[in-house]
């Protein structure tokens, strides 16, 4: 009997999302694809979805051109590339409108992207079946997703009943996306045993994260059970928070009889070295070092493990608080580690309580802030639940799906007080269309709609961060915090670099430009010369041709020009200072000017428009109060 064969399949974009924030740059895609290829050992790399072209928005890149950059040397070799997608949520947490999920899929083709892993947090069919279809529309494979995790109601019958009712609505595949890693790994095994037998071409896919400690146990039983396709790792982000490293699973499959690729260690290990590039580049500022640590704190509270560094920030902000509602009504102060426990009890305590979500983006955010809330609010005597958020109480009214468990008869008597109406009709109904806006508003601007109307689709999915993105805003905000996060870690006695003015300068300001002195001289910004003459703040705006400083020479006062439309960045001489020729004045970054006057009148108006309500409203309440009988006016007037 020939040997059974199991493929592996690089999740290169949940390694670093399930380690951090931030996912590689373009550039670092590119010099990363080739050398994994050349290790050998995947059939499949994930190359983006989930949060990961959100992220490249918000540092101020283009996700559309990363994505094609990334997948192109796969697609040319014939390895498969696949996505992550939050089915009703898409790629983002809050519910997506159904024509932009349509063009989702034709979009995400077009760029080079084979598969796409269409997941429900809640395991709604309903959320899942329409995304099978117009996946397969668009020439893209559908891998149906049933997210895994261990309850009371998601058991093995559970999974395998869903399982068959997606495959009978068109599933190509089926994924076991154990996001948290707490699937045992009998019942995974049992799972997978009994959709092979019934479908035996069905390929499945098993993703399973590490920090409880299951996912190795696991992989071995869902390849005895049948399974086809692995996700892994490598290091040096493997294990932890993440998942399996590739060579472990790779040992383990072969000595237990199956056949596997072999790794060509020497790409290993310059991949390895890559990936750690780009870790010391930028990308390891954002990620927190607890997610490299495994923990079996998990097992009970079931919560993904790649969110324990936002779990302990949120616990960190609110432990002093918590600390000081104890304090005031005579109770012994917690420990971090005693409020820590608390949570997870808190969290499996409330878990069934609100229905079982599968505790996965943005459901295990959505319960965990739930716990904390609670915790808090025991701290001040309130009653459980009366601190709940506006997209919790969605979840609770089926407004993103149906639940997989039963709510209890306290939340439900809660909704009823607050005058809520549960919902039960398909969530995608409660969406309507947009695209013929988000149309309209990029011909208004001038935007192109990129090729394949993929920065139409950037757009209409993620449109405050696309509008940060092509203002500019996105790019500056990040550098910023590069730089917050730097100098921060350099205190800390991290090994950074030192930054120099010209580094700072460099991070902040990218696209700057130096305009030197064309000669030697007393750096002259007024001509005044009084002592409180200073340099133009920084932001200032010079017209090309513009003069923007002086020289005192020898030979008379000299002006010094700008080249181009500009602002002014960074001053590097200071009234009174000696330059050199060829020393840097100043440091400018080119505008389009007209853009910028339309930019500042719009700011200006804004500003009138605020006055205006401002002294409308101090007027209507003048008048009402009787305090002003000069003015004949009514409450209504504009």
């Not at 199956?258 to 580049?281: C, G, H, P, W």
């Amino acid at each position: 009997m020939a040997k059974k064969e199991i493929q592996f399949s690089l999740v290169y974009r949940d390694m670093w999302q399930s380690s951090g924030k931030y996912v590689p740059r373009k550039d670092q895609l590119a010099k990363i694809a080739p050398v994994i290829i050349d290790m050998g050992c995947f059939d499949r790399v994930e190359t983006n979805g989930g949060a990961s072209e959100q992220v490249n928005l918000l540092y101020g890149e283009n996700p559309n051109q990363a994505v094609r950059t990334f997948t192109k040397p796969f697609n040319e070799v014939g390895i498969k590339t696949h996505m992550l997608d939050r089915g009703l949520n898409a790629l983002r947490m809050n519910p997506v409108p159904a024509d932009v999920r349509k063009l989702m899929y034709k979009v995400k083709h077009a760029q080079g992207v084979d598969i796409t892993r269409i997941f429900c947090g809640l395991n709604d069919p309903r959320n899942i079946i329409p995304s099978i279809k117009w996946a397969k529309e668009a020439g893209m494979t559908a891998q149906a997703t049933m997210c895994i995790t261990y309850s009371q109601v998601h058991n093995a019958e559970y999974y395998i009943n869903l399982a068959e009712e997606l495959i009978a609505n068109g599933a190509q595949e089926i994924c076991l996306k154990d996001m948290a890693g707490i699937g045992r790994p009998a019942m995974l095994g049992t799972i997978v045993a009994a959709i092979k037998e019934k479908h035996p071409d069905i390929i499945i896919q098993y993703h399973g994260h590490s920090g409880p400690g299951f996912s190795v146990a696991s992989m071995l039983e869902v390849a005895k059970a049948g399974g086809d396709v692995l996700d892994v790792a490598m290091e040096p982000l493997s294990w932890g928070m993440v998942h399996p490293d590739v060579i472990t699973i790779q040992s383990m499959l072969k000595d237990a009889g199956f056949l596997v690729k072999d790794i060509n260690m020497k790409a290993y290990m310059e991949a390895r070295s890559l990936t750690q590039e780009f870790i010391d580049d930028f990308l390891g500022y954002w990620i927190d070092p607890r997610n490299s640590k495994m923990t079996s704190l998990l097992v009970g509270c079931g919560l993904p493990g790649g969110m324990m560094g936002s779990l302990m920030a949120d616990l960190k902000g609110m432990h002093a608080a918590i600390n000081a509602n104890l304090t005031k009504r005579g109770k012994a102060a917690l420990s971090e580690d005693e409020l820590l426990v608390e949570l997870f009890d808190e969290v499996q305590r409330i878990w069934p309580m609100l229905g079982t979500p599968c505790l996965v983006t943005p459901f295990s955010q959505y319960v965990k802030n739930a716990a904390l809330m609670n915790l808090y609010s025991k701290s001040m005597e309130e009653k459980p639940f009366t601190r709940m958020d506006p997209a919790m109480w969605g979840m609770i009214l089926g407004k993103s799906g149906k639940l997989p468990g039963t709510l209890a008869p306290e939340i439900i008597e809660l909704a009823k007080e607050k005058n809520m109406e549960f919902y039960t009709d398909d969530p995608q109904a409660l969406y309507p269309d947009v695209l013929p806006q988000f149309i309209a508003e990029m011909e208004k601007n001038g935007w192109d709609r990129g090729q394949d109307d993929e920065e139409l689709f950037e757009f209409a999915m993620h449109e405050k961060q696309y509008r940060e993105y092509k203002s500019g805003q996105a790019k500056e905000q990040f550098n910023k915090d590069l730089l917050e996060r730097m100098e921060k870690a350099a205190q800390a006695g991290q090994p950074v670099k030192f930054l120099s003015a010209a580094d700072k300068r460099a991070i902040l300001h990218p696209n700057a430009e130096p305009l030197e002195a064309n000669l030697s001289g007393k750096v002259m910004w007024e001509l005044d010369f009084n002592e409180d003459s200073k340099a133009p703040a920084l932001g200032t705006l010079y017209k090309e041709g513009d003069v923007v400083c002086y020289l005192q020479t020898p030979h008379g006062i000299e002006p010094i020009r700008a080249y181009c439309h500009c602002r002014i960045v960074s001053i590097e001489k200071e009234q009174g200072a000696t330059a050199v020729k060829g020393d840097a004045l100043c440091w400018v970054e080119k505008v389009d000017l007209v853009e910028e006057v339309i930019e500042n009148v719009k700011k200006t108006a804004k500003k009138v428009k605020g006055a205006i309500q401002e002294a409308v409203k101090k007027a209507d309440t003048e008048i009402i109060a009787g305090k002003d009988s000069k003015w004949k006016m009514t409450k209504n007037h504009k």
